[in-house]
């Protein structure tokens, strides 16, 4: 019975499988089709993704649908409050596409960031912001995309809530009724960064900027893949389908040198309170955990995330560290800020950068951009403003790539 | 006593079938033993098992003598490269349409013993982030096991024997995440018995176990466990490592000692996933084939109707062995194997009675 | 002292202790909210979720005792982690990696709930300098906006949030996004319609009782100008 046994590759062989989950097996019942039975039963409205849409895979193996156009900004208050470069980056994408959308004034936060940071709420207050919220996108016809991870984590943590507690959908009604709108449920819950995903090619056909000689960490956040972890993104060609494929995918299809790190999975230590009112454990944990241990392992370019939390941590807290020698000095941006980037986008009137606190210009003069000369460009724009030529900056102003092919 | 001179059909060539097949024949009725691969030996043959956990017996000699004893039975006639692909009838009177090489046999059969056994959890599917995929240094036991009877326990990144090397347990199992939340009760024992053998190669190398419960039911608890601590020095740590990250050319592993209550972070050289137990694609594909019931997590369901019966399934005349029915050791699998044989017997000769 | 608990108390060292009674209702609050079921099945005292916790690096806190001390229903470890540990969780649900499907994050949430709902003092202490906050997600629905980046809240930010706030007013002109250019009092510019719709959902769900038991001076500030806005649209 003894044969020649080369253990080691077959080993090998083995691994070189990616993981595909078979849906059929998944260990619980596709919440999605929970809610069509509620829709059914008359209890709410699912809206439907809009055509076109991309499919893509999750954690069980079970598709979720992206799509691609028609679509309701649900803003991030952290992005637009104190890294405005980050809104403007995926709307400047939409408009790049000729996407069709809405930049709501009838939105309000999540107000996750709140409810986690201080507890000052309870489960029905929480459940009608975004159900409210969602019927203002419904009533519109557009499809919302979340901006914020936190907003994602928590309107899918919510939802599951809504579905399983008959006690809680039936207090939401009752004040939705008040307001005069519908209870609205959207058929996926879809971050801007799975946009950005399955953009990604159409992203890449378009990119000017070279940046093959650039290494970079991904960040993943906590808040996108950790709260019901089944719905993330999961692709049998990045990781080999075992770590959530967002940003990174995007990452690749850049040609960037995407470093592992052995703090991958950790937090960045945001806190949601912490970062406001405990902010030692913030900067503490950021860079002792997760820049440190970037730059001794694989001293990155850049540092790139897909959460409104996890720039502010990563960025804000390096400077303080600089102060006790500690090794730090990674830029940090979003995803859609390199993809925004990449296409040739103004590293202010787009990106703004000078929102940023660690340092971005070595990151820039590596990629070959000439970050003094489109400096001085916005700041013509803010004299020109200063001067009451112009009330702002429009997006005529933003929209040309400063670089072509 | 009488038969109505049908054979047993035996559906898996493993440990489980191979016993039944024996017993079956040596009461005298005749066998049809019927097997997917190209030769006996299932699992353990399959996986290059290295050592049983009863004594070390080297696993390849142990089940040479089974397979033995049953090639040289004649009542037992043995198809391998073959499988079951149609089946109809009922007790005392199944029809059987049997997939060979030479072709397709039609046969009838008086009872069936299904022995299909199980497989190892994919740990890729692992709610844990253990990255098995990505690291050539993390193997799960049956890859332990190809080494350890290779006598080359080795890091796969670069062949050279590893100084530390980590189990972790329940990969795949007790999880309500990944389904599987039963308990595959032989890998605390195959863990033990792994570090063992490990230590004997590599009497240098530290060994750690990271458990949530030691499961050393009756005599492994002295024949494993206690050794294992004593003689060879194992590290067993209550808390389950929950990340398997790289740090430099090794692997940074991260958990909690619960008992110190402190989160703990080790770099290891070779990391060894405790794989658990999963219904076999054979398993799940006879129970369709055959009509008999399936529990949640895809076994054979058994017990019957005084949930008493370890062996009866869902139909009458069909009896379920060992891992196909629920994790089991090689004792469950054999005394399975005993009693199943015993029934099938048992239905032929009140098949002929009633004929009369 | 309860007989379920096990452990030597803390009690009486940083918080006066209280009432046996009193404990047990705190923890049947906790326990009687719908989701709780959902955050707690058995607990393998494993440590997984330790071994994910970023708190449990920095603090001496752990979600497993957390979520061993509610299987065990034991008030008086309960009622230390209530007024001691709770806070120090960052909630980022790595936790959620347990095999039991447990969420001791999702518990912290609740016994925060609790905790700020009974005016707790270590509650009211873990949210002070958070005052600013509140006011601006109950009146704006944003959390934070451009005029809270001021160096004597975020010093530690470093010599840019000194320029930023000389150049804020300009900055925030050069945006081209329509919702945010020129905003500085709110993160976008929202409908007066949508803050009425908010108000009114505060109001409606006990939310403004919650703030009143964080600060009351707060209380009666945003209760005024809500109720104004409320009024005037009717």
């Not at chain 3, 209530?82 to 959620?96: G, R, T, Y």
Request: a negative charge.
């Amino acid at each position: 019975m003894s044969e020649k046994l080369i253990p080691l590759a077959e080993l090998r062989e083995r691994k070189a499988q990616p993981v595909r989950p078979n849906p059929e097996e998944a260990p619980r019942p596709d919440l999605r089709e929970e809610l069509f039975e509620l829709e059914a039963r008359g209890e709410l409205i699912v809206q439907r993704v809009p055509e076109p849409y991309v499919e893509v895979t999750t954690k069980f193996g079970r598709t979720k649908k992206v799509p691609i156009d028609h679509l309701w900004h649900h803003k991030s208050c952290g992005q637009c409050g104190h890294i405005p470069g980050y809104t403007t980056s995926i709307l400047w994408l939409n408009r790049q596409f000729g996407i069709d959308y809405v930049d709501p004034t009838d939105q309000t936060s999540c107000t996750g960031w709140n409810y986690y940071a201080s507890a000052t709420s309870n489960a029905v207050a929480q459940l009608l912001v975004m159900c409210r919220n969602f019927a203002a996108a419904y009533e519109t016809g557009y499809y919302p995309l979340i901006h914020c991870g936190t907003s994602y984590g928590h309107y899918k943590e919510l939802r599951e809530q809504l579905v399983h507690h008959k006690e809680l959908r039936d207090q939401v009604r009752r004040v939705l009724d008040k307001l005069g709108k519908p209870l609205v449920v959207p058929e996926e819950i879809v971050h801007y960064s799975e946009w950005v995903h399955v953009m990604r090619h159409r992203i890449a056909e378009r990119q000017v900027v070279d940046m093959r000689n650039i290494t970079a960490c991904v960040h993943p956040a906590c808040h996108y893949y950790k709260i019901v972890a089944e719905d993330a993104i999961y692709d049998p060609d990045i990781y080999g389908g075992q770590r959530t494929a967002t940003v990174t995918a995007l990452l690749q299809a850049l040609g960037i040198n995407v470093a592992d790190y052995s703090t991958w999975f950790d937090c960045c230590g945001f806190g949601f309170r912490h970062i406001l009112v405990q902010r030692d454990f913030t900067r503490s944990f950021a860079v002792l955990r997760k820049i440190e241990v970037m730059k001794d392992e694989a001293n990155p370019d850049m540092t790139v995330t897909h959460d409104t939390g996890c720039v502010t941590t990563l960025d804000k807290s390096q400077f303080a560290a600089k102060a006790h020698q500690r090794r730090v000095g990674v830029p940090v941006l979003a995803d859609s800020q390199v993809a925004a980037l990449a296409m040739g986008a103004h590293p202010f009137r787009v990106l703004q950068l000078h929102w940023h606190s660690t340092d971005w210009r070595p990151l820039l003069e590596k990629l070959g951009i000439d970050w003094q000369r489109h400096w001085a460009e916005f700041e013509e724009d803010l004299a020109a403003i200063e001067r009451g030529e112009k009330p702002g900056l429009t997006w005529e102003d933003a929209e040309q790539p400063i670089l072509t092919r | 006593m009488r038969e109505n001179g049908l054979p047993v059909l035996v559906i898996g060539g493993g440990p489980g079938g191979l016993e039944a097949a024996r017993t079956v024949a040596a009461l005298g009725t005749p066998v049809v033993l019927v097997e997917r691969r190209h030769r006996l030996g299932g699992t353990p043959d399959a996986e290059h098992y290295a050592k049983l956990t009863h004594h070390f017996r080297d696993a390849e000699e142990a089940l040479g003598e089974l397979i033995a004893a049953v090639t040289s039975q004649p009542l037992v006639e043995v198809l391998t490269r073959s499988e079951v692909t149609a089946c109809e009838g009922e007790v005392g009177n199944f029809r059987v349409a049997i997939r060979t090489p030479e072709g397709t046999q039609e046969r009838t059969v008086g009872a069936i013993i299904v022995a299909t056994g199980f497989q190892h959890f994919d740990p890729g599917r692992e709610t844990q982030l253990y990255n098995y995929y990505s690291f050539p240094d993390v193997v799960t036991l049956s890859d332990m096991e190809a080494m350890l009877k290779a006598h080359q326990v080795v890091r796969p990144s670069n062949g050279q024997p590893p100084e530390r090397v980590a189990f972790i347990q329940c990969v795949g199992s007790r999880d309500r995440q990944i389904g599987n939340e039963f308990c595959s009760k032989v890998c605390c024992g195959i863990a033990s018995k792994q570090a063992i053998e490990i230590k004997q190669q590599l009497p240098n190398a530290r060994v750690f176990i990271f458990y949530i419960d030691m499961r050393m039911y009756g005599y492994w608890e002295n024949e494993l466990y206690w050794p294992a601590q004593e003689q060879y020095k194992v590290n067993y740590v209550k808390g389950i490592v929950s990340e398997i990250l790289p740090k430099g050319d090794r692997l940074l592993i991260r958990g909690e000692d619960t008992t110190m209550g402190r989160p703990m972070e080790i770099t290891v050289d070779l990391v060894v996933l405790s794989v658990g137990m999963e219904p076999s694609s054979g398993t799940r594909q006879m129970a369709r084939l055959l009509g008999i019931a399936q529990n949640k997590y895809g076994y054979i369901e058994a017990g019957g109707p005084s949930g008493l019966d370890p062996v009866a399934t869902s139909r009458p005349g069909i009896f379920v062995v060992g891992a196909a029915a629920r994790p089991a050791d090689l004792d469950d699998t054999f005394a399975t194997a005993g009693l199943a044989a015993a029934r099938a017997v048992a239905v032929l000769r009140q098949a002929a009675v009633a004929a009369d | 002292m309860s007989v379920a608990t096990w452990s030597p108390t803390k009690a009486g060292q940083r918080y006066a202790d209280v009432a046996e009674e009193t404990k047990r209702q705190l923890f049947e609050e906790v326990k009687s909210d719908p989701r709780y079921p959902d955050f707690l099945y058995g607990c393998y005292e494993c440590g997984i979720c330790v071994s994910a916790c970023p708190s449990a690096r920095f603090y001496d806190f752990s979600p497993r005792v957390i979520a061993q001390a509610l299987a065990r229903e034991d008030i008086d470890r309960f009622y230390e982690i209530l007024m001691e540990d709770i806070w120090n969780c960052a909630q980022c649900f790595s936790c959620v990696r347990c095999p039991r499907g447990n969420n001791p994050g999702g518990l912290v949430t609740l016994m925060r709930e609790v905790a700020v709902r009974h005016g707790l003092e270590q509650a009211q202490q873990a949210l002070q300098g958070y005052s600013r906050v509140i006011y601006k997600i109950m009146l704006k629905g944003n959390q934070v906006s451009p005029d809270m980046l001021q160096p004597d809240f975020f010093p530690d930010w470093g010599p840019w949030v000194r320029e930023f706030s000389r150049n804020m007013s300009a900055w925030r002109k050069a945006i081209p996004v329509d919702t945010l250019r020129n905003v500085t009092d709110a993160a976008w510019r929202t409908d007066e319609k949508t803050l009425r719709e908010l108000y009114t959902i505060w109001f409606e769900t006990g939310n403004m009782e919650v703030i009143r038991e964080v600060d009351e001076g707060l209380y009666e500030l945003l209760v005024e100008i809500m109720e104004e806005e409320l009024e005037a649209a009717s």
